[in-house]
């Protein structure tokens, strides 16, 4: 008699194995993408090639040179394969890296760097005479085209997100608790167009749903089961997942084959990628962090930014708040400025300058509309419908222009352009030792609170994002932060 594979238990895993879904809608979207982006890069770097040209022949600051378009047809071509070429080896179009971050840009960048570096090894290893100002035309047009066109597509792929297209069907393994942090997250950044199927537990937890309310799926030892019946694109894997490095390794198993990413949620949090370098060592993957950089942010690079800044800032303000002025001392004859003292760096207190945009007697009258408080146990006072607020005030707060004489402050040295939010004394009272340490930086004209929803924001919220900005300082995050600041306020998101 012939016994069967299964009778004999040979291999039996593979037999059961669950057969491996077919390519999801998100798979095709990110292909389209990714097909999208490069013939964006293909148009922009042959426009670059043009305008180079015509910039070669008609500037008068190059030397007049009668062959200069016979040589950008003979050679363009192969300028821009070259240049799609190098876009592709250094990752520019790799899906983890689309949509968010700053890694493609910077891979953008150094694509651009690698190409010009090969054309100019090549030209002078085959001794081609290369005209020198279509080479700088080239990629002095062409590289800020090429990021240009980037942030443009990512607008564009944000906004189909927040429509609920090209969405991420995420399905997140854990525990409940630690399920339900990595939710808050996806949740509140809904531009990464990343959306919940359900959980998967250990079979420890007999849940139908997280305390937040996901829906819980299956078992964490079934993820391969319920990543093809939920056609899900990412599974997050977090604490509780798995209970040792072999189990994780089996839940891989079962995933190969299907179109499926995996990531992992790591025991550590608010913490920048800068500070973090994966070194494995002997198969172990060590994380090694570096030290909290709120010293860094309270040095001479970062006072600089903040004098220049603040600097050019007034210069091009001034006739802007000097016109509020007169509208504030029109509307009802009291004071331009508001005067209130705030807790600086290290719980130095300050005057903290402001366009009154509220009645003469608003602090006056705080004490009788702590009802109107949109979140009782937030420690600040915010109210959507404050009856304090001028009709010229409502204006000023909208764009935040009430904030523009804190300009002085920041040239005083008792605020920064970019930090925590300035705090009362009151709410710093009311600090837990943790929070204390938003007082280790100068507090901030505009932070991460500010890019991140301003008034809408939770105090909880507010808390770790100003949190992460003291341990995770760099002057790169406070030029992005400068931009975003600039957004959110033409928006007027969460100004009330």
């Known amino acids: 008699m012939v016994q069967s594979v299964h009778d004999v238990g040979v291999m039996p895993d593979v037999a059961s194995r669950p057969v491996a879904h077919p390519y999801t809608d998100r798979t095709r979207s990110v292909r389209v993408l990714q097909l999208g982006l490069a013939l964006g890069d293909l148009a922009v770097i042959v426009v670059a090639a043009v305008l180079a040209t015509v910039g070669r022949h008609r500037l008068t600051i190059f030397r007049a040179t009668e062959d200069i378009t016979e040589v950008a047809q003979a050679l363009g071509l192969w300028i ?13 179009y790799r899906r983890t890296e689309l949509g968010v971050g700053t890694t493609e840009y910077a891979r953008v960048l150094a694509a651009g760097g690698m190409t010009a570096g090969l054309i ?4 002078y290893l085959t001794k081609f005479n290369l005209s020198r100002g279509f080479f700088v035309l080239l990629f002095l047009v062409g ?14 792929v944000h906004r189909l997100h927040h429509r609920g297209h090209l969405l991420t069907k995420v399905l997140i393994a854990g525990s409940a608790g630690h399920v339900d942090e990595v939710a808050a997250v996806l949740d509140r950044e809904s531009w990464l167009g990343y959306r919940i199927v359900g959980a998967l537990l250990p079979p420890s937890q007999q849940l139908a749903t997280t305390p937040r309310g996901v829906p819980v799926v299956g ?7 319920a990543t093809r019946d939920h056609e899900a694109d990412l599974v997050v894997f977090t604490e509780g997942a798995f209970a040792s490095s072999t189990d994780f390794r089996r839940i891989a198993w079962d995933l190969e084959g299907h ?17 973090m370098l994966m070194r494995p060592v002997g198969g172990l993957p060590l994380v090694h962090v570096e030290q909290p950089q709120s010293l860094g942010a309270s040095r001479g690079l970062k006072r600089a930014f903040d004098v220049v800044g603040a600097t050019a800032s007034l210069v091009l303000t001034s006739p802007l708040v000097l016109g509020v002025a007169m509208a504030i001392r029109l509307h009802d004859g009291g004071p331009i400025l508001f005067r209130q003292t705030r807790v600086g760096r290290d719980g130095n207190l300050f005057e903290c300058l402001k366009l009154r945009s509220m009645v003469v007697d608003a602090e006056a009258q705080l004490s009788g509309l702590t009802h109107l408080n949109h979140d009782p146990a937030h420690v600040l006072f915010k109210a959507q419908q404050d009856p304090r607020i001028t009709p010229v005030g409502r204006f000023l707060r909208r ?7 804190q300009l002085w402050n920041v040239l005083a040295g008792d605020m920064s352009l970019v930090g925590p939010r300035p705090a009362l004394p009151a709410e710093v009272r009311r600090y837990s030792s943790d929070v204390q340490r938003r007082l280790h930086v100068r507090p901030g004209m505009t932070g991460l609170w500010q890019v991140s929803g301003r008034s809408d924001l939770s105090w909880e919220d507010t808390v770790r994002l100003d949190l992460y900005y003291v341990d995770n300082w760099s002057l790169v995050q406070d030029l992005s932060i400068v931009i975003k600041t600039l957004r959110a306020v033409l928006g007027s998101r969460g100004a009330y």
């Open 219 to 225: 078992l964490s030892t079934d993820t391969a089961l």
């Open 120 to 123: 100019g090894i090549v030209s």
């Open 259 to 275: 179109h499926v990413q995996m990531a992992v949620v790591p025991s550590l949090s608010d913490i920048s990628s800068g500070r």
């Open 143 to 156: 590289i800020p085209l090429l990021l240009g066109w980037r942030w443009s597509a990512r607008r564009l």
């Open 80 to 92: 821009v394969l070259g240049w799609m070429l190098v876009n592709v080896v250094a990752g520019t």
């Open 399 to 405: 764009y935040s222009i009430d904030e523009l004489p």
